[in-house]
């Protein structure tokens, strides 16, 4: 699929000094899908002031041999050698992969323990937490657009997955939650189980809107809007205010043959945006770019350009918790 992450450089950079932790990026150098860090250092120097960037998993750099349960290790290996070679400045002032989210089979239970203390005597300095995606959708529509395996169904679901999340809460790591909109009263479910865990919802929660009506779209929003409200009454959940450039939303930015500028993307992000920060307040969101996959929509620069126009009414301390403050607090990291 064509990606659009280089065009728009053109436009203005909005509120250029504004310091941005870009809470959410991936690397990986796949046949004829590459974005490694020369290539988030090309967006990330674009005219937005991206100071910081979290790592999260892919599972492109597991190992391929060994106990299968800590595999994912070298994933975190990986992601921690880019992270040192950032940190030298040679690439830019970036600090790329300052906080670093592997994988973990959650649902083995008690076993992922010995990868989670693998990992963060890895990467003492930057490992955060685990990401077990569990995105499912009754129907197929949305799944044309993954780019690397379809999830199992019922991740959620697995016998282990409570004391494999029993292990990140012993050891004071976090739980990124990538779910679609369907899944969300199981991830209600499971932080009422665990308050003392910190969940980090991704992208939202997706509402998955790709090739339905504007009555399903409606009705989905609906649904989407009461649960993301419901899951933000507990304390222990932040949320990542981004991931709208995926096509899963059904926007059908990807689509476009011509430049996608940010004020057409502000506009239609607009009501599920607005509605995310409503519910969590912005001492609980945090900004992502979720680049490479929001290329598909936009460019780097056009991107945080919309998210910069549906804030513009927000106060500069709101600003500050949005685009820095909680990803740095939520992630314990210093810039």
């Known amino acids: 699929m064509k990606s659009k992450r280089l065009e728009g450089r053109e436009e203005t950079i909005l509120e250029p000094d504004l310091p941005i932790v870009d809470s959410?990026?991936?690397l990986f150098d796949l046949p004829n899908n590459r974005y490694m860090l020369d290539d988030y250092m090309a967006d990330a120097t674009g005219g937005h002031n991206i100071v910081a960037s979290i790592y999260c998993e892919t599972q492109v750099y597991s190992r391929t041999d060994g106990p299968?349960?800590?595999r994912p290790l070298g994933e975190v290996e990986f992601a921690n050698g880019i992270a040192a070679m950032a940190a030298t400045g040679q690439y830019g002032p970036c600090k790329v992969n300052h906080g670093i989210i592997g994988h973990a089979n959650l649902s083995l239970g008690a076993q992922v323990g010995a990868l989670l203390d693998r990992c963060m005597?890895?990467?003492p300095d930057r490992y955060r937490g685990v990401r077990h995606v569990a995105v499912e959708h009754p129907d197929d529509r949305p799944y044309k657009f993954i780019m690397t395996?379809?999830?199992p169904r019922g991740v959620l679901d697995t016998p282990g997955f409570p004391a494999g999340l029993a292990e990140l809460e012993k050891r004071g790591l976090t739980f990124d939650a990538a779910v679609w909109d369907p899944t969300l009263p199981r991830l209600i479910a499971l932080a009422d189980q665990f308050p003392n865990l910190t969940f980090i919802l991704n992208h939202m929660g997706t509402?998955?809107?790709?090739?339905?009506?504007?009555?399903?779209k409606a009705e989905i929003f609906a649904r989407w809007r009461d649960?993301?409200?419901?899951?933000?009454?507990?304390?222990?959940?932040?949320?990542?205010t981004g991931g709208l450039g995926m096509p899963f939303w059904g926007f059908g930015f990807e689509a476009r043959e011509d430049v996608v500028v940010s004020e057409e993307l502000a506009k239609v992000w607009r009501p599920y945006f607005e509605?995310?920060?409503?519910?969590f307040g912005p001492a609980r969101c945090m900004m992502e770019s979720n680049f490479p996959p929001d290329g598909r929509s936009s460019g780097y620069v056009p991107l945080w350009n919309a998210y910069k126009i549906l804030t513009r009414g927000a106060s500069a301390e709101e600003k500050a918790a949005l685009y820095s403050g909680t990803a740095a607090r939520i992630y314990r990291l210093e810039i």
């Not at 509402?207 to 399903?216: I, K, L, N, R």
């Open 68 to 70: 299968e349960h800590l």
């Open 149 to 151: 395996f379809k999830p």
């Open 227 to 240: 649960n993301i409200r419901a899951l933000a009454e507990r304390p222990n959940v932040v949320c990542k």
């Open 24 to 26: 959410h990026i991936h």
């Open 121 to 123: 005597a890895a990467a």
């Open 207 to 216: 509402a998955v809107g790709v090739d339905m009506s504007p009555d399903e």
């Open 275 to 279: 509605t995310a920060v409503e519910a």
